[in-house]
């Protein structure tokens, strides 16, 4: 019998040519087999990517690679070396650190604290080594090409950079393999280029990078070798260069979907539901003045820091304005609260659906029904059949994949925790809909299910405010723009005036 390392993988190469072997690895959670007898072969100094719906069991292998989950079976072989009985400690030790969508670190400790927490540099066995501590910090920043005082607090600092110290923390466990799930779901397009720069960087320094997204442009940009999951099988792997975007698509969802976007309907826009004057909140937006009308679907655009998310917060109730007035059907309204705007009929898909969104310890059936417990309920006592039957209703609507209703939301996909957000908000039957990043770390079948969703709401004579860091796709479905800078309205654009190079024009303050 041939031995291991003289056999051939699928890609023809010698197994003694890799890095990671991942041979046969089965997962199964009560209900589902979220991974069948997955096998994947990366190399050393290799950009490996990852993609499929949501679902599909990406998620759990980098947590079983990680020893966050056990595997029921198969092998996982890192520098030749089988690894068994894995901990996210021993995972670091063996040269493994991952980088999560949701990052993983303290915002009231210093960038240092953080890179460093639990292995602090002690003089005499009594005070931390201040020194040497943030000089290491400094050394393993400038080793990505960044330079920040390590002194700030996380707290302080944006998106970007918290990614940046995630990644730093990761090379000071001396890693030789780094996890990414999502990296960029949060980025602008500037932050994600300085990603790509550090991510090249790190492979010229020989570390392998495993990179998830549902972003299929990044993985055609970046990539070495792309690996596609369907269902909890791999259903391919070869070189980047050798897909279609069409056929990843296809084997992704296992249909072809001949369009990126639903076709949108024209409908005339007469009746306004909506309208925003003057409002303003401290230090964030000023003198913003905007309307809604009756079936439309108006996007919002604006660069991180423009404040698109502080401007619906504001009308939802959730943030203080400091002037302002709104108007809903012609009739100016006090809302100063998130229950003020429920009660006008007003729903918010936040960009934080896990803090914001979700109440992730508990059960799909119990988020879904937190908008209406007051319609299912008599007597203080909550209908519980009927939450049953709204629940089952919501999930088969929305195809929402989960064991049943009474699955804890933390155990789902990020996608389906984000089709739980949107159901919690249709049961609740409202007018307006104000939807902030809703396909943010969404598959393409899951967006494309989103954007005909939005497209049904607005013929029945619902109204959509729809915020994306993908202008693409604000382009695609809105019937009317307006662009953010600075705090302010810096353009607004009617459907067939809309392209690329003028909205990013007015985003950057042109």
Not at 64 to 92: C, H, M, R
Not at 340 to 360: P, S
Request: aromatic residues 6%; hydrophobic residues 40%.
């Amino acid at each position: 019998m041939a031995k291991l390392d003289n056999l051939l993988t699928p890609r023809g190469d010698t197994m003694c040519d890799y890095l990671l072997k991942i041979q046969n690895i089965t997962k199964k959670f009560p209900g589902v087999v979220a991974l069948d007898d997955v096998s994947l072969y990366i190399k050393k100094g290799e950009i490996f990517g990852i993609v499929g719906e949501n679902g599909a069991g990406k998620s759990t292998l980098m947590k079983i690679l990680y020893g966050v989950y056990k595997n029921d079976s198969g092998q996982i072989f890192l520098d030749g070396k089988e690894l068994k009985n894995l901990t996210p400690l021993i995972a670091q030790k063996m040269g493994m650190s991952i980088i999560f969508q949701e990052f993983n670190l303290l915002s009231t400790l210093s960038i240092s604290e953080n890179i460093f927490v639990n292995r602090l540099s002690f003089k005499n066995r009594i005070f931390v080594n201040w020194n040497v501590l943030n000089k290491r910090a400094e050394e393993l920043l400038e080793s990505i090409g960044y330079t920040m005082d390590v002194k700030r607090l996380v707290s302080s600092l944006s998106v970007a950079e918290k990614q940046m110290v995630e990644i730093a923390k990761a090379l000071s466990f001396n890693a030789k393999l780094i996890l990414m799930d999502e990296p960029s779901a949060t980025l602008t397009n500037k932050e994600l280029d300085k990603l790509f720069k550090v991510i090249e960087t790190l492979k010229k320094q020989k570390i392998t990078i495993i990179y998830i997204s549902h972003k299929l442009d990044e993985i055609f940009q970046i990539c070495d070798t792309t690996a596609i999951f369907r269902d909890g099988k791999v259903v391919d792997t070869k070189k980047t260069s050798l897909f279609t975007k069409n056929e990843i698509i296809q084997k992704m969802v296992g249909r072809t979907v001949e369009n990126e976007y639903p076709a949108r309907t024209k409908i005339n826009f007469d009746e306004e539901v909506l309208r925003v004057n003057n409002l303003a909140i401290k230090n964030k937006i000023n003198d913003i003045s905007f309307s809604l009308k009756k079936g439309e679907i108006l996007g919002i655009v604006g660069l991180v820091g423009s404040g698109r998310t502080e401007l619906v917060r504001a009308i939802f109730g959730a943030d203080k304005k400091i002037s302002g007035d709104i108007f809903i059907n012609g009739i100016k309204r006090s809302i100063k609260s998130p229950q003020d705007a429920i009660n006008l009929k007003i729903a918010l898909l936040t960009e934080d659906r896990r803090g914001q969104g979700l109440f992730i310890n508990y059960s799909i059936e119990k988020n879904i029904s937190s908008t209406i417990i007051k319609k299912i309920s008599k007597r203080m006592f909550i209908n519980t059949k009927l939450e049953t039957i709204i629940a089952k209703k919501a999930i088969s609507d929305l195809k929402i994949k989960c064991t049943s209703e009474k699955q804890t939301m933390l155990n789902l996909s990020g996608g389906n925790q984000q089709k739980v957000v949107l159901a919690k908000w249709l049961v609740s039957e409202p007018d307006i809909f104000i939807m902030d990043e809703p396909t943010r770390g969404i598959d393409v079948g899951a967006k494309y299910e989103i954007y005909v969703l939005m497209n049904s709401l607005t013929e029945k004579g619902k109204s959509i405010i729809f915020i994306s860091s993908e202008i693409q796709e604000v382009l695609a479905i809105s019937d009317r723009i307006i662009v953010l800078y600075g705090g302010k309205i810096n353009g607004e654009f009617q459907r067939e005036e809309i392209e690329n190079d003028k909205i990013m024009k007015h985003a950057i303050g042109q």
